[in-house]
């Protein structure tokens, strides 16, 4: 069984830019670990992120997320079961976006998203978009 859950949420004020790219680097580093894919997004104090992978690993990462003091107020926008079909072999790595990012990464997550989760595209290609401010 394979899920995705996607959330927004507002980064703790007193979380430095240095802090940030930490996390960046270990989320990176233990998804690609784990076959998680997906993507987080760090703009004007905020972050987004979609989670996708096998069901109970997607589930106890969001829990022990939700329990992460660097953020708070996070808001579920989707939670739910995708097609395994090809699934950790289209989106080759975890994606890390921050301030100043090549939009070039989150625009190729939003093609596969779309060729292989359909229903989630709708959702993510808006809020993605709006995040950081492309629209
Ligand atoms: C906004 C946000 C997103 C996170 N995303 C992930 C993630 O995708 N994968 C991950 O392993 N940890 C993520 N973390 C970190 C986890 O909350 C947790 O600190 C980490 O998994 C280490 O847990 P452990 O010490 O129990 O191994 C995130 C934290 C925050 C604040």
Redesign the pocket.
Known sequence: MWRTISYV?T?DPSLTNAEVNE?FK??KK??NS?N?T?I?M?SDGN?F?V?EGEKDQIQS?FE??L??S??YDVIKIFDRAIPNCSFSQYHSS?IVLGEKYNHKELQHFLREEKSHNPDNYKNISYLANKFMKLS
Request: hydrophobic share 50%.
């Open positions: 949420s980064a996390l270990f989320v233990n998804n784990k998680i997906g987080l760090y972050f992120q989670l990462l022990k997320i329990l992460d660097r953020h975890f």
